[in-house]
């Protein structure tokens, strides 16, 4: 498709839809744009995890926060596992655990 048949294709829905198709173009372009410009350091950081691998590996874990229940049995899952040697590796790694949604079930446990 070429650039002048889509150009024409947006014009023609925004007529048609007046200021309701336009904030929608619109959102939809800024949600892209912002995508466009975070790509950029994601791979900056993927090349530099990828770089230090052979040295040290770098594990992230999601640690679900909506329920109390989720919070603690996953986070002692997580440390009886680490502390039992279960899925350690055998070279030098680094865990990064965050949370998925904020605010947080439980202030108190998550802070212990």
């Known amino acids: 498709m070429s650039l002048l048949r889509f150009l024409v ?25 912002v995508e466009a410009i975070l790509v950029v350091p994601a791979m900056v950081v ?39 040697g279960i899925g350690v590796p055998n070279q030098r790694y680094v865990d990064i655990v965050h949370v998925s949604e904020r605010p947080v079930c439980n202030q108190q446990l998550f802070q212990m």
């Open 9 to 33: 294709r947006q014009f023609s829905q925004i007529r048609l839809g007046r200021s309701a198709v336009l904030k929608s173009k619109l959102r939809e372009a800024l949600r892209r744009g």
């Open 46 to 84: 993927f090349v530099a995890l990828h770089a230090v691998r052979p040295f040290v590996l770098v594990r992230f874990y999601s640690l679900p926060d909506t329920s109390i229940g989720h919070l603690a049995a996953n986070a002692e899952m997580y440390l009886c596992e680490r502390d039992a």
